[in-house]
């Protein structure tokens, strides 16, 4: 009787364990994969012959959809965003400082992922091409009034790694960590008076962030 027992607890056992194996996510994902993602950028600094234009670290968030070209390749377009404060620090007596002001960074980017494993746990490498769009916010310049300067479109390019983890056929993790080089400087100056103001920076030196993010992938 306690061998029938036991035998049906072993035979119950096994087909609990395929059962849970049978989630088969040794082949997970579809052909279109949905990723949002958060995070935080590391940005840093710009150096230019007038001074020097510090931005902060901050939070960064974005999304992403993927295209099945092969089983380990993909195609991929994605958008990533970070908000964040800006100020230049002049680098000579003629200029002088700007105060801190609002600087929103979007990368709209189109390019592709290759895997190097099949199964639940895929690494991969990221790269892609694209443009960032830069919006700084107002300039107070206390009686002088307010500055706006022009939003700005450069070229842009990506590189990075990852990992994706499917706890089941349809969902799972992914984490970036990704170089984003977008603008190249080669000066800046502000200047404030009774005439007006004015801040430029522009061709030369490159901007580069550090952008580290996780979040949850639904592949269809």
């Given at each position: 009787?306690?061998?029938?027992i036991?035998?049906?607890?072993?035979?119950?056992?096994?087909?609990?364990a395929?059962?849970?194996?049978?989630?088969?996510?040794?082949?997970?994902?579809?052909?279109?994969?949905?990723?949002?993602?958060?995070?935080?950028?590391?940005?840093?600094?710009?150096?230019?012959?007038?001074?020097t234009?510090?931005?902060d670290?901050a939070?960064?968030?974005?999304?992403?959809?993927g295209?099945?070209?092969?089983?380990?390749t993909?195609?991929?377009?994605?958008?990533?965003?970070?908000?964040?404060?800006?100020?230049?620090?002049?680098?000579?007596?003629?200029?002088?400082?700007?105060p801190?002001?609002?600087?929103?960074?979007?990368?709209?980017?189109?390019?592709g992922?290759?895997?190097?494993?099949?199964?639940?746990f895929?690494?991969?490498?990221?790269?892609?091409?694209?443009?960032?769009?830069?919006?700084?916010?107002?300039?107070?310049?206390?009686?002088?009034?307010?500055?706006?300067?022009?939003?700005?479109w450069?070229?842009?390019?990506?590189?990075?790694?990852?990992?994706?983890?499917?706890?089941?056929?349809?969902?799972?993790?992914?984490?970036?960590?990704?170089?984003?080089?977008?603008?190249?400087f080669?000066?800046?100056?502000?200047?404030?008076?009774?005439?007006?103001?004015?801040?430029?920076v522009?061709g030369?030196?490159?901007?580069?962030?550090?952008c580290?993010?996780g979040?949850?992938?639904?592949?269809?």
């Amino acid at each position: 009787m306690h061998s029938s027992i036991r035998v049906t607890l072993l035979l119950a056992l096994a087909g609990f364990a395929r059962s849970a194996s049978g989630q088969d996510v040794s082949t997970p994902g579809g052909a279109i994969d949905i990723a949002a993602f958060a995070g935080y950028a590391v940005n840093g600094d710009v150096v230019a012959s007038g001074g020097t234009l510090r931005v902060d670290d901050a939070a960064s968030y974005g999304a992403s959809m993927g295209f099945a070209l092969q089983s380990r390749t993909k195609l991929e377009l994605s958008w990533i965003y970070s908000g964040t404060q800006a100020q230049f620090l002049s680098g000579s007596p003629a200029y002088s400082n700007s105060p801190a002001f609002n600087l929103a960074m979007h990368y709209f980017q189109a390019g592709g992922t290759v895997g190097f494993l099949d199964g639940a746990f895929r690494p991969f490498l990221s790269g892609s091409l694209g443009a960032a769009l830069y919006l700084p916010g107002s300039v107070n310049l206390g009686s002088a009034g307010t500055f706006t300067p022009a939003a700005t479109w450069r070229f842009a390019f990506t590189l990075g790694v990852g990992l994706e983890y499917f706890f089941s056929k349809v969902v799972g993790l992914r984490l970036d960590a990704r170089l984003l080089a977008p603008v190249y400087f080669s000066s800046g100056s502000f200047y404030a008076g009774a005439g007006g103001s004015a801040l430029t920076v522009s061709g030369g030196v490159p901007f580069v962030q550090g952008c580290f993010t996780g979040g949850l992938v639904v592949s269809l």
